[in-house]
Every structure is written in C-alpha cells, then in structure tokens.
C-alpha cells in the first residue's frame, strides 16, 4: 500500500462529497417518482411494461438509499473499493508482486546505475564534485514511473468519490427511456474505474520480471566492468534499463483504465444477451462505446427518431412490432 494513494479517507474531500449526495439523493427521488408515474401512466398500457417499470423504480430505490449514505454507513462505493483496493481485495491476492517488492527493487537499480554513474564521472573528471546529466536521467527515469502510479491512484480515488456524490442524480435518471443510456454508462465506468488497482496488480507481474532482470544484467560482472570502465555502451545500458522499466509502468498505469473500459462493456454486453436477450444485451454493451440502443437515445447519438428508423431498415417488417415491444 503506497502511503499517498492507497487510503481511501480523503476526510475533507470525502466528506464534501457526502454532502453533496446528501443534498442530491431528495430531487433524484422526485425524478424517479416522476419518471415512474411518466412510465405507469403513459404507453400502450401494457402489464409487462408496467411491471418493468416498477422494478426499475424499486431498483433506483435501492441505490439511492445504499450508493453513497453519511459516513460510517456501509455503501455500494466503499464496497467496490474494497473489493479491488481494500487490504484484502483481490487485487491484494492474486499472488501479484506487492508495490513494497517493486519499489525497493526499482530503487535498488536506480542506486546501482547512480553508483556507476558517479565512478564513470569520477575516472572522467577527476577532482570535480559536480554530478552529471546522466545521473539526473538515471533517477527521473527510474522514479517517474512510481510519482506516475501514485498520481493515478490518488486520481482513482478521487474519482470514486466523486462518482459517489453525483451517482444519485444518474440514477434518477434511469426513470426516463431518453436518458436511461446516461445512468448505465455512468454505473458500468464508476466499476470500472473501481477495478483500475487490479489491472494494476496485475501489471507488476511484468514489473518486477523487468526489474528482475534488470538487477541480473546489472549484476553481472560484464555490464557492471562496462559501466566503471567507462564504456559509453555499458553506461547507456544502464540508463536504458531505467527508461524501459519506466516506460512499462507508465505505460500500463495509463492503458489499463481504457483496457477495462472496454471489458467491462464486453461484459455488459454478453450479460444482457444472455440474461435479458440478443438486442437488449446488444444495447447495453453499445452504451458505453456512445451507440444508440434501438428505440432509444446512447451517449452522442442523434434523435430518437433517427435510431428508430435504422432499426426498421435493418429489421424484416414482421419483427418491428417485436423490437419495438422490447425495447419499450
């Protein structure tokens, strides 16, 4: 657990946000019932419609009241922190190297190449104290991965919080059919944003194989000889194990989030067409890509109307009705 980025109690930004839920959760309920008696009263007056309806208001319900409450309550956010963060999350138990692991050896490649550096500058410039340029480069590489790593898990938790002050006011929104896409999106990207530490865990099996075999090289008597024997190849060896270690982590910090963004779509996608049908499930693993569901309004589509008219060109004249009775 790094000190800066792994403890989720931010109090006074955390408790601001409970605030503004506290502050939400009232109008968010006034739009739900809306939204509810919209839906009850409205359309063909169909019993399954109907029924739907009042599951999805008995849902919205049920989230507003667990999502985000006042602190010391349990809550579905600090559940899904938890479930990938928290001390025993599954992120901590996959067998992943730990960050203690990864750091201390990174730090110790970091001190190995800064060491030969310093006597390849002490063979060359006899005399001189000053440092050169390539010691700075040695330890910015090496140590700009893990400032980017904590950088991204303070912005990880931030983003939690945040998604649990404004979840509320999305899930009011599941009420209306033309903004229902919203609050699903909103729901399947605070997840995946929750599962960030795990695609990072992860990740440091490949870390610690890099440093692994960085320290190996590093350790060997040919590369070490080149390096103090002031070989230019032997020190920029040295400085290249820094970059590509570094590179990694930055690399898979920033990847992994768009990673499971898209697996997580893949998965709401496969849920629905297994459990709510093909076009339902087709529909929802759209959202999060921006694609309009049949007879309804994703995230950048065009009008209602527009979605609507594709469907029925792609769609043979007797299953209209049925598409049209789905997605209803």
């Not at 602190?71 to 579905?76: A, D, E, R």
């Given at each position: 657990m790094s000190i800066l980025a792994a403890q989720f109690d931010y109090p006074g930004f955390k408790a601001a946000c409970h605030l503004v839920n506290t502050g939400i959760v009232p109008f968010a309920f006034f739009m739900a019932v809306i939204g509810f008696i919209q839906a009850w009263t409205s359309g063909s007056g169909d019993l399954e419609h109907k029924k739907n309806s009042f599951v999805t208001f008995i849902v919205i319900i049920g989230l507003l009241a667990l999502w985000y409450p006042?602190?010391?309550?349990?809550?579905?956010?600090?559940?899904l922190w938890e479930l990938f963060t928290g001390p025993n999350s599954i992120s901590e138990n996959i067998g992943a190297p730990t960050e203690l692991e990864t750091d201390g050896k990174l730090a110790a490649?970091?001190?190995?190449?800064?060491l030969a550096s310093v006597a390849k500058d002490k063979e060359e410039n006899p005399g001189e104290s000053g440092r050169q340029w390539s010691e700075y480069l040695q330890q910015v590489a090496g140590l700009g991965g893990i400032f980017f790593l904590q950088f991204a898990k303070i912005l990880q938790n931030m983003s939690l919080m945040i998604a649990g002050a404004l979840g509320s006011f999305f899930f009011g929104l599941m009420m209306f059919q033309q903004t229902r896409s919203t609050a699903i999106t909103f729901m399947l990207v605070t997840v995946s944003v929750a599962m960030w530490p795990f695609g990072w865990a992860l990740a440091r099996f490949g870390t610690n194989f890099l440093l692994t075999l960085a320290l190996e090289s590093m350790g060997t008597s040919a590369v070490a000889g080149k390096v103090f024997n002031n070989d230019p190849f032997g020190a920029m060896t040295a400085i290249s194990w820094s970059a590509v270690v570094s590179a990694w982590i930055v690399v898979t910090t920033a990847g992994i989030p768009f990673f499971l963004q898209q697996l997580v779509s893949y998965g709401a996608a496969s849920f629905g067409g297994q459990f709510l049908g093909s076009a339902q499930g087709t529909a929802l693993g759209g959202l999060m890509e921006g694609r309009a569901p049949v007879g309804g309004i994703g995230v950048g589509s065009g009008a209602p109307q527009a979605a609507l008219s594709g469907s029925r060109a792609a769609l043979p004249s007797s299953s209209i009705p049925e598409a049209l009775r789905l997605t209803r």
């Open positions: 006042p602190q010391g309550q349990p809550s579905i956010v600090q559940g490649l970091v001190a190995t190449e800064t």
